[in-house]
């Protein structure tokens, strides 16, 4: 075993995949898959184009479901075939594509498809004093639930798009997000580390990425996927940039 691999936990992980295992027609997007994900750490889920990460996410999250293999979640084995599975046991993803509405404000797109009724009327005072919890949570630097979203900074509707996918709803317990950064300028892209590093000090976080810098910023550990297989566990703490990149091109195999 490489120094760098990740040695086995004592602790119980959040989730396990195990032998999970994917096809779409001929191509294996998925190949024995074992993977664990613990509490209170971001797990940087790194591979080049078509390595097969988006496909692992939407397995866990129920938008995909597995030709093979088994999931567990807090030691129990569990079934996830659809979104609703994943939301209810607390898996929360946030897509790269933010899929807001511009032109409405941003209670309303927080809680756009899960707006609270009551006797047919939407409870508009409940859902502000819930955003403004969601937005204090995130400690954003969004001045007014009012604001039109279009209005908002990349930064600030991502954080808007990520208060949605986390907080509304079930109390997240593993957070995935796929790209939160893609698109953004560098000071957007700080605002979206920051609140991942803030969340990563509660909740287990996937975070998928293409930039390695950011990815040793923010994660304690890291798996690289190359062709649907897992050729690489790391502790972020001794891997190398070059190391990383020699993983995703399939150069060099971890034992
Ligand atoms: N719905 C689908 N139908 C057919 N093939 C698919 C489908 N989804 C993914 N694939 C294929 O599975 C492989 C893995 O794709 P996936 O989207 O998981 O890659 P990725 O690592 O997320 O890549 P990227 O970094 O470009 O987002 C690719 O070869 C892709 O073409
Ligand atoms: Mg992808």
């Not at 994917?22 to 971001?42: C, M, S, V």
């Not at 939407?122 to 995130?138: N, R």
């Not at 007014?144 to 509707?157: A, D, F, H």
Request: hydrophobic fraction near 40%; include cysteine.
């Amino acid at each position: 075993m490489k120094t760098s691999e990740i040695s086995e936990e004592k602790r119980q992980p959040i989730l396990s995949i195990r032998g999970g295992s994917k096809r779409f027609g001929g191509i294996q997007a998925l190949d024995n898959i074992n993977l664990d994900i613990y509490d209170n750490e971001i797990l940087a889920l790194l591979g080049d184009n078509g390595a097969g990460k988006s496909t692992l996410i939407k397995a866990i999250s129920g938008a995909h479901t597995l030709d093979a293999g088994d999931i567990y979640f807090g030691g129990k084995q569990v079934q996830i075939t659809k979104p609703e599975d994943a939301h209810n046991l607390g898996i929360k993803t946030v897509y790269q594509d933010l899929a807001l509405f511009g032109i409405l404000n941003v209670t309303v797109n927080l809680f756009a498809g899960s707006e609270y009724t009551r006797w047919g009327f939407l409870q508009k005072k409940k859902m502000d004093k819930e955003a403004q919890a969601v937005l204090s949570k995130l400690k954003t630097t969004i001045k007014s639930l009012k604001q039109e979203v279009r209005s908002l900074s990349g930064g600030q509707q991502h954080s808007v798009a990520i208060g949605r996918g986390v907080f509304i709803g079930h109390d997240p317990k593993l957070i995935i997000m796929d790209e939160p950064t893609a698109g953004l300028g560098v000071k957007q892209s700080r605002e979206v580390l920051r609140l991942l590093k803030e969340l990563g000090q509660n909740y287990a976080i996937i975070f998928i990425t293409h930039n390695l810098e950011y990815a040793f910023e923010v994660a304690q550990k890291a798996v690289v996927l190359c062709s649907g297989r897992i050729v690489g566990k790391l502790d972020m703490t001794e891997a190398s940039h070059s190391q990383i990149v020699s993983l995703m091109m399939g150069v060099e195999q971890a034992a």
